[in-house]
């Protein structure tokens, strides 16, 4: 998604006469922040004025229309001398007052005027809209609250109060207030559809998105920031060709709009189009040299396009004005491991580090670096200066124990996923991690005990079921294996793997017919798992069923060909089946494939066996 400031908006402030009684007529403060279609109430009333007073009221509200501000002003103040009590005329003189720019003396002009029609909300909103203005927000809030106690269903306040707490970053308060606003409204109000728009693309709620903004707008649109919000709605959709279509929209009504050109650049980009991708992103520099975000998409165009030189370039040219340096440079270190410059790379880390730049990613990137150069002494001191440095972060913990996990450094993994622990107690994915790194090491016990906590914080888990049962049936506790086997599927019936592991167990336990059935089941489900087609082999091998084994384990063995035990089932159904020459050939094969396996010492029994044989 791509993030925008919020729009450009102003307020009406709206007067008017209309015979006997005072109705609306349009006046917008340029440049202040609230919609032009946001229109305040009328404030209506029965006037016993006289036919002079009458005529000033109209006369002051025309000058109001031609900006004559003083005047109108100056006529205005007269009535009130004959007038005082006469709250329009008060509300009048504010809007003028507003106008001018006298906004202090324009507020107490409301006050008044509330004062004389304390039931008027529309003064009240009025006030609160002046307080918005001067960035008084709290007081601005409490005026459009005060509006809401009194009528809750006012949807003009919900509008304005969303407005505050947009302002003020409180986003979920202004999306709900917004829809409360548009709930009510008997118009689209569609600068708040489009502030709603942006909100729900913030929480990631596209669809919201495109629901509160399509429906109000079309092609014809002249709202660029409509079709923005559609554009980055389509984008995280990955809707892309619409995407392109709206953002060519919001660039073509507001074409001095760098945020625009950014957009329409990022999304040729990813349509495939980086020579007019690069176009657009070369009009946002030329607008706004200094702006970082132009060079940073450039960058990435020129990635694309396997300039890495060039990417470089921007990529630097990024990094002096960005907000977020580290990132950028993060950047241009994995361009230099891409164009396989190790030590580049490498220096870019650690200057960052010399330079106190450095964040806990880096050190992460730093040390990954070193592995993969096989430089693990150098990998070593940066973990653990990452998690002395970053001593209250679990991340930085967690890659410590993973590195140690990849050089099967059991006991310096373990220690390193009970430090995660030691700040977070309950945190499931170190749990996982321990209990793999105790399986690893062979210490079975461990493993089901870590997987056991992972199910009593979690105990509707699924899938924590399925871990823990496959540690017991990996630890020869079948009963234990099958009673949380079954109770998966009573949960969720087509559960293949639980399928596949319980009929296991059951051929084992030699209860061939409802291993089967289970098998069959399992296989319906995932016919192209070569686990599960192998489970079904070998249980039809068990029941000596031998045609029918090698079908199975035949496709089995295509599907996972990387697997050496189901080599050495597909070799045995071969070799009961007396095909002497085909079950040599997966025994070796079963042997070329790892030195580690259960069926090994087997294996290679059988295949000296058909090799003496042959001999002979």
């Not at 592991?501 to 336990?509: I, P, Y």
Request: proline share 3%.
């Amino acid at each position: 998604m791509i993030r925008f400031s919020k729009p450009a908006i102003v307020l009406t402030v709206i007067v008017g006469i209309c015979g006997n009684t005072h109705a609306l007529a349009n006046l917008v403060i340029k440049d202040l922040p609230f919609p032009v279609e946001d229109l305040s109430e009328s404030l209506l009333f029965d006037s016993e004025l006289d036919s002079s007073a009458e005529t000033d009221i109209s006369v002051a509200v025309r000058l109001l229309e031609a900006k004559e501000y003083d005047e109108a002003i100056s006529l205005i103040k007269a009535f009130l001398d004959s007038y005082p009590g006469f709250a329009p005329a008060h509300e009048i003189l504010g809007t003028a007052l507003l106008f001018k720019g006298e906004t202090e003396a324009g507020l107490r002009s409301f006050e008044e005027a509330l004062r004389l029609a304390p039931h008027q909300t529309g003064l009240s909103i009025k006030i609160g809209d002046v307080l918005y203005i001067r960035e008084e927000y709290d007081k601005a809030k409490s005026r459009y609250e005060m509006v809401i106690e009194s009528n809750p269903e006012d949807s003009r306040a919900h509008r304005r109060l969303g407005l505050v707490f947009d302002t003020q970053g409180k986003y979920e308060l202004a999306a709900s207030h917004y829809e409360k606003g548009l709930t009510a409204a008997m118009q689209p109000y569609l600068q708040t559809r489009v502030r709603l728009g942006r909100l729900y693309n913030l929480f990631g709620r596209y669809q919201e998105a495109l629901e509160v903004v399509e429906g109000y707008i079309d092609a014809d649109s002249s709202d660029a920031d409509a079709h923005f919000v559609l554009g980055n709605a389509y984008l995280s959709l990955n809707n892309i060709v619409k995407a392109v279509g709206e953002f060519e929209i919001a660039a073509r009504l507001d074409p001095e709009s760098p945020k625009m050109h950014l957009a329409l650049g990022i999304v040729y980009r990813l349509k495939g189009d980086y020579e007019q991708s690069l176009s657009e992103l070369n009009m946002v520099i030329k607008a706004e040299a200094g702006l970082a975000e132009g060079h940073y998409q450039t960058a990435e165009t020129l990635l694309q396009m396997n300039r890495f030189d060039d990417a470089i370039r921007s990529f630097e040219k990024a990094a002096l004005s960005s907000s977020n340096p580290v990132f950028v440079q993060h950047r241009i270190a994995e361009l230099h491991i891409i164009k396989n410059q190790t030590s580049e790379a490498i220096s870019v880390y650690q200057d960052l580090i010399a330079s106190d730049q450095a964040v806990l990613r880096t050190y992460e990137l730093l040390g990954s670096v070193y592995q993969r150069a096989g430089q693990l002494d150098n990998a070593e001191r940066t973990f653990e200066k990452a998690t002395t440095i970053y001593s209250d972060n679990p991340h930085a913990f967690y890659v410590r124990g993973y590195f140690y996990g990849s050089l099967r450094n059991f006991d310096q993994a373990i220690i390193q996923f009970e430090n995660v622990l030691r700040l977070l107690p309950d945190d499931v994915t170190a749990l996982r991690a321990l209990s793999s790194a105790f399986q690893q090491k062979g210490d079975k016990d461990k493993s089901i005990e870590m997987a056991r906590k992972i199910l009593n914080i979690q105990p509707d888990n699924v899938n924590n079921k399925f871990y823990l049962a496959s540690l017991y049936q990996g630890a020869g506790d079948d009963e234990m294996a099958i009673d949380l086997y079954e109770e998966i599927i009573s949960e969720i019936p087509d559960h293949p793997l639980a399928l596949n592991n319980l009929a296991t167990l059951l051929a084992s336990s030699g209860e061939h017919e409802k291993a089967l059935a289970n098998v069959r089941k399992a296989a319906a489900l995932l016919p192209d798992n070569g686990l599960i087609l192998d489970t079904l082999g070998w249980i039809l091998f068990e029941q000596g069923k031998m045609d029918g084994a090698i079908v199975k384990l035949s496709r089995a063995v295509t599907l996972s060909s990387d697997n050496p035990t189901i080599h050495y089932h597909l070799g045995m159904a071969y070799y009961r089946n007396n095909e002497r020459t085909n079950a040599l050939g997966q025994f070796e094969k079963a042997l070329s494939l790892t030195v580690e396996f259960p069926e090994r010492v087997d294996a290679m029994a059988r295949k000296e066996e058909l090799l003496s044989q042959a001999v002979l």
